[in-house]
Every structure is written in structure tokens, then in C-alpha cells.
């Protein structure tokens, strides 16, 4: 079983910023696609940014030029750098990502989200 388990979120001034993690465990072989949600109330989720493995990057357009994701393969983890954070900001942010364990096929998960909240 693999878990993605999200740390980092707060409570930010507008302006400030805020640095999301996201760290898989469990008996990982490989990930492919990881990539950060959110879903503001009375919002659909919505994709913020993703990175393949070989590091190509895709963000929305409401973020671009102020978040930056990245990833560590050794560790399993990904990352959300968020600058210039903007009340419209304030969020749940999830992590998804499909993992392969050991002997499997690529599984998409989703880890259990973080609160982002921007004040303003």
C-alpha cells in the first residue's frame, strides 16, 4: 500500500509564502506523474501544477510565474514552492501521483490534502 501524505500548509499573509510537501512511502518501485490539486469551497478540484519523472513541468495558469514544483526521486518527494500567494489562493491542496509498487501496475493516488489559507 502507498501513502502520500502532505505537510506545509498555513495560515500566510498576502504576498508571503508557503513551500508544500509531499512524501510517498510504502513499497514504491517507481513514480510516474505527480502533480498538486486543490479545491477551494464550493469549487471543483482543479490541477495546480505536475511534473513527470524526467522533470517536465505543467502548471495552470493562475499560478505560473509564481508557484514551482519539483520533485526528489531518491526520496519520494514532491514539492510546492508557492510565492507571491494571492487570497484566491486558499485552498486544500492534494498530492496525486501514480506510483508502481513492487510487482504491480501504476496505481493513481492521492494523499489526504493540506489547508492553505491566504490572508489579506
Known amino acids: 500500500q502507498v501513502q502520500l501524505a502532505e505537510s506545509g500548509g498555513g495560515v500566510v499573509q498576502a504576498g508571503g509564502s508557503l513551500r508544500l510537501s509531499c512524501a510517498a512511502s510504502?513499497?514504491?518501485?517507481?513514480?510516474?506523474?505527480m502533480g498538486w490539486y486543490r479545491q477551494a469551497p464550493g469549487k471543483q478540484r482543479e490541477l495546480v501544477a505536475d511534473i513527470s519523472s524526467g522533470g517536465s513541468t505543467n502548471y495552470a495558469d493562475s499560478v505560473k510565474g509564481r508557484f514551482t514544483i519539483s520533485r526528489d526521486n531518491a526520496k519520494n518527494v514532491v514539492y510546492l514552492q508557492m510565492n507571491s500567494l494571492k487570497p484566491e489562493d486558499t485552498a486544500v491542496y492534494y498530492c496525486n501521483g501514480f506510483v508502481r509498487t513492487t510487482g504491480m501496475a501504476f496505481t493513481n493516488y492521492w494523499g489526504q490534502g493540506t489547508q492553505v489559507t491566504v490572508s489579506s
Open positions: 510504502g513499497r514504491i518501485f517507481s513514480m510516474k506523474v
